[in-house]
């Protein structure tokens, strides 16, 4: 639970975690701003090497060249009527196999954030494998900061985590997003991975459409009521 | 289910409910802009007057002057050991003697929305009138709008509806935050009271923040990251 190695080894700059052997055909990201991202970036080398061979995908027509046979494997377990797209619970089937069981409301972050924004509540074989992708990479940074193995990430090293990931994200903010997992038993707050990438995926979210908005990243951006109604609304997710 | 009634009969422009014979010692606030509201203001004539009496209370020193006999019962009801303060369990009994009972996650919201910033999680007497203040002119519109008493309002009608109250929004928002509320069935989406609350508050409380960055009302507000993330993640609200 000692943040220290985070940034002592990262000397307080936010910064990549490996490539994998394969890329999925996407460039790491890097700006130079305080909310930078690695959004859509590739899975840790660390994270995929214990859990499963690094097998060449031959691929399929609709996931992009050198996807992980593993990611094809599990989307095409859930997608039993082979239309090439999954809902939200398919998603979080497809998805127990790679990782965990996600909370509903993580995937239905997960699924607002990486569908294309023209498809319903639905996503298909790209998004999917960019999915899994940035899930791998963000399983590494918190098996990084979760020192002990406890499964779980306190406050500050929900920050350092969040600061690998590019996002420098003011203690004050943290505290709010993090007293939303607080139970009330008057113990330190801490979060489990499921936890982790709901937080996470606010933060990614919330900064992406800010960063929208400030294209010339300059830590401010002007915005009309309506488009902040707007950016702000769909992060309000609904569980009845 | 007619949306006209509200329009028509109000020239598309806000307008308040009527006044009760009590203020409640709140003026009634009006501003001229696209994002107006009526927060806090007191209930509507017509819900009173078919759920209570208008009786007049000699108060106690912790309510303000004029609360109703009905508000500091249910208050005190619920507030057992008279410590002035109720936490959210106890909102949501006190609110089922004069309302209806509210989903957990519409009381947290109401929590957050009018209490105390300095109080954690607790609200006391005077916040408590002023959110049953409320409640009551929003009951009074909903039924106005609800115009075949089905208890439920539509997505115009929601329109007509928070534009009474002195909120209009744009309707791809509205289409936004009330696609959290389409249980996938395929029929048009209706709101409940419940829900209609939900929805108004989340737009009052957003509304609320974004004019504080906007003090002259020019309908847009320059917002730092660290600001825009600190006013939208307290929307996020937990259900763990």
Not at 185 to 214: A, H, P, Q, Y
Request: one cysteine or more.
């Amino acid at each position: 639970m000692d943040s220290s190695r985070g940034y002592s080894s990262h000397s307080y700059a936010p910064s990549a975690p490996e490539l994998p052997p394969q890329s999925y055909g996407q460039q790491q990201q890097q700006d130079n701003y305080s909310y930078n991202h690695h959004g859509g970036s590739p899975p840790s080398h660390s994270y995929y090497s214990q859990h499963q061979q690094q097998q060449p995908s031959y691929g399929q027509p609709s996931f992009p060249a050198g996807t992980h046979a593993e990611v094809i494997r599990a989307f095409e377990m859930v997608d039993r009527d082979r239309s090439g797209f999954i809902d939200e619970n398919e998603l979080q089937r497809a998805l127990s196999s790679g990782y965990q069981r996600f909370n509903i409301r993580t995937i239905r972050l997960l699924m607002f954030l990486f569908k294309n924004p023209h498809d319903s509540l639905k996503i298909g074989p790209k998004e999917f494998a960019a999915l899994w992708s940035c899930l791998g990479q963000w399983r590494a940074i918190f098996e990084r900061f979760d020192r002990d193995r406890s499964g779980k990430i306190d406050l500050m090293e929900l920050r350092d985590a969040l600061y690998s990931l590019g996002y420098a994200i003011p203690p004050s903010v943290l505290q709010v997003l993090i007293s939303k997992y607080d139970n009330g038993s008057g113990r330190k707050v801490e979060l489990n991975f499921d936890s982790f990438v709901e937080c996470g995926m606010i933060v990614k979210g919330l900064t992406e459409k800010f960063k929208e908005k400030d294209p010339r990243y300059t830590g401010s951006a002007t915005l009309t009521y309506d488009s902040f109604m707007s950016i702000v609304i769909p992060f309000l997710v609904s569980y009845d």
